[in-house]
């Protein structure tokens, strides 16, 4: 991919949870002193205004809010446009593009005429002519009910230049069907990983340049290493694709978490099982493991580190 504005997209993004009170007040502090930690690791940027999936717990101005506060500590961010309908998702772009955000990340219109190709393509031209020269990618899932196809694509970058890549949150048939039929042979088109479970086939067998990560919030430099060897695999070392196999598998059970609609309850679980007292509590109080998935989690997680520990790998 060449060395233009949309340089965002290589690497690994963790996308941010929400940290807040008791109350479900959102804690902004919190958030930039997550996201500067994360930059620390080795992160290439973070995305915002979506709460990984939480976005329609929280208004568009606690959203607008957030990524101001990142972007005004200098924190590259992605600013997804997950929203109610197509106007707040203008104004989530728009608001991007005025504070100076990194990028953006394109959600499909939802609620409303979600199964319309051409209600979806009006809905991302909009987004795409709010966001005015900020790099985007489509995020392409089929928890929304529409899945982006090559001709669309293609017809938005067709008048919308700014449309850059495309994020993959199927699994590996639909990263693979992305590789083949968007983003391959352009190398100004950027194909990241969209979920924790697909981060060694996106990168060796489809291409992809970068991931945006959930469980990497909370186990950042294993995430990082992950991609790393993936990078390392796909320059043709045989060890770096054995240990990159290793790590992808060891991660399983973990990364799975992202494919649920519980992904955020576990993962801020495991920011507080990492140290993170922050992330003991939920936009909605009532939004709760129950005792058996916390006991899984905590267990799983012992597993995951005891291994960790004396991986040879993770050096």
Known sequence: MSKNNSTIF???????????????????????????????????????????????????????????????AGIPTVVGTGAQNSKGAVELSAHAREVGAAGLMVIPRVLSRGISPIAQEAHFSAILEAGGELPAVIYNSPYYGFETKAELFFKLRKNHSNLVGFKEFG????????????????ENLALMVGVDTQVFHGFVNCGAVGAITGVGNALPEQVLRLVELCQQAVDGNPSSRRLAQELDSALSVLSKFDEGPDLVLYYKELMVLEGNENYTHQINSSDQLTPSQKSFLHQQWKVFKKWWKDWPGAK
């Not at 699994?171 to 352009?186: N, P, Q, R, V």
């Open 10 to 72: 290589q690497g690994c993004i963790p996308a941010l949870m929400t940290p807040c009170s008791s109350t479900g007040e959102p804690k902004w502090e919190t958030l930039v002193e997550t996201a500067s930690q994360l930059m620390s690791f080795g992160m290439n940027g973070v995305v915002y205004c979506g709460s990984m999936g939480d976005w329609p717990l929280l208004s568009n101005e606690q959203r607008m809010d957030g990524v101001k506060r990142l972007v005004e």
């Open 171 to 186: 699994g590996a048939d639909s990263l693979t069907y992305a590789a083949e039929h968007i983003t391959s042979g352009d």
